[in-house]
């Protein structure tokens, strides 16, 4: 429990120290959708809710490597209680946030290990682009393939995996 507290109080640091309004709460993760969305249920109660990794692009459920980032993130974060540091909603509802896992940063290690990009934005190249370049110059998961497309791109082509 003392590990958990400081986990809280790190994350609520960490987070306020780039400027956002963080209220970090713990919860399980109940499912894993794909490489960058989980639903958790919250250890306050209520019902489960979708959250969105922030910082990482994990690909497509039908795209190329679309199946492994999920099962990545499945085997960090699945039925394991999580610190759950929110900034706001996504277009698309769900909660965005950073999640951490016994003090580790989940968007950091899919990101790391190869399993999802850092996410772009207007051209800053996002949280995790050290660990990016890492995991492409060492062929680190999604990066075996030479061509991998960025989920926004394989969305444009392709539309959506859900239709």
Not at 100 to 106: A, E, I, K, N
Not at 112 to 129: D, E, K, L, T
Request: net charge positive; with cysteine; aromatic share 8%.
């Amino acid at each position: 429990m003392r590990a958990l507290q400081i986990g809280l109080i790190t994350a609520a640091l960490v987070f306020a120290s780039v400027g956002a309004q963080a209220e970090p709460f713990t919860a399980v993760v109940a499912t894993v959708v794909d490489g960058d969305t989980v639903w958790v249920r919250p250890d306050r109660g209520g019902a489960p809710r979708p959250v969105r990794i922030e910082g990482i692009d994990a690909p497509e459920i039908c795209q190329a490597f679309g199946v492994q980032s999920r099962n990545a993130l499945k085997g960090l974060v699945h039925r394991r209680r999580v610190v759950v540091i929110s900034s706001r909603h996504d277009s698309n509802r769900r909660l965005l946030a950073r999640l951490q896992r016994d003090g580790q940063d989940v968007g950091e290690a899919m990101v790391a290990r190869g399993y999802a990009w850092s996410y772009r934005f207007r051209g800053h190249p996002g949280p995790y682009a050290q660990q990016e370049r890492r995991a492409r110059h060492a062929h680190t998961g999604l990066w075996v393939d030479k061509d991998a497309m960025v989920p926004r791109d394989f969305r444009v082509q392709n539309g959506s995996c859900y239709q």
